[in-house]
Every structure is written in structure tokens, then in C-alpha cells.
């Protein structure tokens, strides 16, 4: 079974940064599919930010510009670097990684963004 460790989020005024990591077990990382979800209070869970094996991306329309979904397979990591952050980002997010009927989740951490 894939285990997924997440660290990363936190407290941070509006227009700052954070970074969050993720780290996937497996011996085939290159191949996983990776993604960052959020959910906020009183929301479903929603994508944020996908990365396939083949270094295709793609991003919710409202993190666009702001987020960059990165991996080195190197290290079994994916990174979630947000910039230019707003109050509307705050949530808990999670790390994803997926291979046919491997799929991993974080365990999801806060991020709280303040006006």
C-alpha cells in the first residue's frame, strides 16, 4: 500500500507564499500521477493542480498564474508552490498519487489565509 506524507501550510497573509511537499512511496514513482486537492469549509473536495508522469500539467482556473505543481522523482516528491495567495485559498489541502489501481492520499494539511 503507497504511503503519502505531506508537510507544508499554514498561517500566511494575504499576497504571501508557502510551499508544500509531498512524498510517496514506491520504487516507480516516475510514473504516478500527482495532483493537489483542497476542500474548504462547507465545500467538496476540488482539484487544484494535476501532474502526469509525462510532465503535463493543468490547474484550476482560479490558481492559475499563482500555483506550480512540480515533481522530482528523484526524491518520491511532489511540491505545491503557491504564490500571491488570497483569503479564498484557505483550506486543507491534499497530496494525491496515482498509478491504475494504486492511490495514495495525504493526510491533508491547513493552509489559512488572512486578509
Known amino acids: 500500500q503507497m504511503q503519502v506524507a505531506e508537510s507544508g501550510g499554514g498561517l500566511v497573509q494575504a499576497g504571501g507564499s508557502l510551499r508544500f511537499s509531498c512524498r510517496a512511496s514506491?520504487?516507480?514513482?516516475?510514473?504516478?500521477?500527482l495532483a493537489w486537492y483542497r476542500q474548504a469549509p462547507g465545500n467538496e473536495r476540488e482539484l487544484v493542480a494535476r501532474?502526469?508522469?509525462?510532465?503535463?500539467?493543468n490547474y484550476a482556473d482560479s490558481v492559475k498564474g499563482r500555483f506550480t505543481i512540480f515533481r522530482d522523482d528523484a526524491k518520491n516528491t511532489v511540491y505545491l508552490q503557491m504564490n500571491m495567495l488570497e483569503p479564498e485559498d484557505t483550506a486543507v489541502y491534499y497530496c494525491?498519487?496515482?498509478?491504475?489501481?494504486?492511490?495514495?492520499w495525504g493526510e491533508g494539511n491547513l493552509v489559512t489565509v488572512s486578509s
Open positions: 501532474l502526469n508522469s509525462r510532465g503535463e500539467t
Open positions: 514506491g520504487r516507480i514513482f516516475n510514473v504516478y500521477n
Open positions: 494525491n498519487a496515482k498509478f491504475k489501481a494504486i492511490d495514495g
